[in-house]
């Protein structure tokens, strides 16, 4: 039997490599340790700091080592509770949400525990597959278009749900979108929020660029499917604060099975999430006056600097929709298609292996993100620039963020852009 079972896992992660996001920052480390020129927009990290009452709040705990709860920090759960109450009109409560070291983790446990077929929109974010391949879950990719404006159509979900209509299913939902940067409308919410409804369908609401909703007005899917949809969140775009690892589920009260189904796997594996990080995102999910300006200011640089970056990929011939929040841009070059099969170039990943050798601009395929490798895709993060300076420099005021500021203080993205419409033209 354990012979089996040995197989059974190697059948299921054979194949997997790194994750594509961190294999990119991998290669771009080693070009620039040996010299090389490298602009770096394949790693979605925010370039922005740690808000500074978050950081003092870290030093001021920094001398808690004690185990905390599995299910989180009683006060952090109340501030998740409260912050999406205020923000998504949602009636939670602190019994309601569960901390993690990152929401990947938490991802990977709700696979783990729920056993469902899950069902995944393309593009989609690099971990989505390959966690559910680890675990062995049925995946149904649900492949939009560029004339959709890469958005899920509740005829899309329909159509994967009458096959079988009672089987269980998760669909995972993220938006604003990594990685085209775009995002539903309510309308659009409310609509497939029907659709789920009707068939059952638990929706995963990755939530985690919300607060980067270009004009601050993110609204979630919870809002109208408040019994069915878990909402995803945490530190590490909107707060800059990545590598903290925090993360956070909040359910609705009649899926508390499963939050405690997820502790009890959270127990016997991570057990617990950092206490100092912990006690320092009470401060972050309190939203101070100081973090509002701090959003803001992000928000008003990342809009403008998407134009710039619509802008320079027009001019290099890519089909790309705009960008509606957070810090990527997913263009189609497939209208220079004839072009680049000159030049021995006929799918995403030759395209970005080129573009790097040839000028130094690290882009991840669409391959990565579940197209097909012949579609000439791919995915740019707009934020190789230096955030700590530009926050600095805008005293927090959004009045001084306007287009020549974020030129100035945003050079390398443009600079790589150009070099992108240059080498394709």
Same mark, same amino acid.
């Given at each position: 039997m354990q012979k089996n079972l040995d197989v059974q896992l190697n059948l299921n992660v054979r194949g997997l490599g790194c994750s594509a996001t961190l294999a990119i920052n991998q290669l771009c480390r080693e070009r620039e340790l040996r010299g090389e020129q490298v602009y770096k927009l394949g790693l979605g990290q925010s370039p922005f700091p740690v808000p500074l009452s978050v950081v003092e709040a870290l030093q001021a705990n920094a001398w808690r080592k004690g185990y905390l709860d599995v299910h989180g920090l009683q006060e952090l759960r109340e501030a998740v509770a409260g912050y999406h109450n205020r923000r998504h009109g949602l009636s939670s409560a602190a019994q309601d949400v569960l901390v993690g070291p990152g929401s990947k983790e938490l991802m990977f446990l709700l696979q783990l525990v729920y056993y469902g077929e899950v069902l995944i929109p393309t593009p989609a974010w690099v971990s989505y597959a390959p966690q559910a391949s680890i675990i062995g879950r049925r995946i149904h990719f649900l492949h939009t278009t560029f004339e959709e404006g890469w958005r899920l159509t509740p005829e899309h979900l329909e159509r994967?749900?009458?096959?079988? %209509? #009672?089987? %269980?299913? +998760?669909?995972?939902?993220?938006? %604003? $979108?990594? /990685?085209? #940067?775009? *995002?539903?409308? /309510? $309308?659009?919410?409310?609509? +497939? @929020?029907? *659709?789920?409804?009707? &068939? #059952?369908?638990? !929706?995963l609401s990755d939530e985690i660029y919300g607060e980067l909703h270009f004009q601050g007005a993110h609204?979630?899917? @919870?809002? &109208?499917? %408040?019994?069915?949809?878990?909402?995803?969140?945490g530190l590490s775009k909107w707060c800059g604060a990545g590598g903290w690892r925090l993360g956070t589920f909040t359910y609705p009260r009649d899926l508390a099975w499963l939050r405690q189904a997820m502790a009890a796997a959270a127990s016997e594996t991570y057990t617990t999430t950092s206490a100092p990080v912990q006690w320092a995102a009470v401060t972050a999910f309190e939203v101070g006056t100081d973090i509002e300006r701090y959003l803001s200011v992000s928000r008003a640089f990342l809009r403008l600097l998407a134009d710039e970056v619509q802008q320079r990929l027009n001019r290099a011939g890519a089909r790309v929709t705009p960008c509606q929040g957070g810090f990527y841009s997913f263009p189609d070059l497939g209208d220079r298609r004839a072009a680049l099969a000159a030049r021995g170039i006929t799918t995403s990943p030759e395209l970005c292996t080129s573009l790097l050798q040839q000028t130094g601009v690290a882009t991840l395929p669409g391959r990565d993100f579940g197209r097909s490798p012949e579609e000439l895709s791919l995915r740019l993060a707009f934020v190789d620039f230096n955030g700590t300076w530009a926050m600095a420099q805008s005293d927090l005021e959004v009045t001084r963020v306007d287009a020549a500021f974020v030129r100035e203080h945003a050079g390398r993205v443009l600079t790589a852009l150009d070099? +992108?419409?240059?080498? !394709?033209?």
């Open positions: 994967a749900c009458q096959e079988d %209509p #009672g089987r %269980p299913r +998760l669909l995972v939902l993220n938006y %604003p $979108d990594n /990685p085209t #940067g775009m *995002t539903y409308t /309510p $309308d659009e919410l409310r609509s +497939l @929020a029907q *659709t789920a409804r009707r &068939f #059952g369908v638990l !929706v609204v979630s899917i @919870a809002r &109208f499917y %408040p019994e069915g949809t878990i909402l995803s969140s070099r +992108l419409a240059d080498w !394709v033209g």
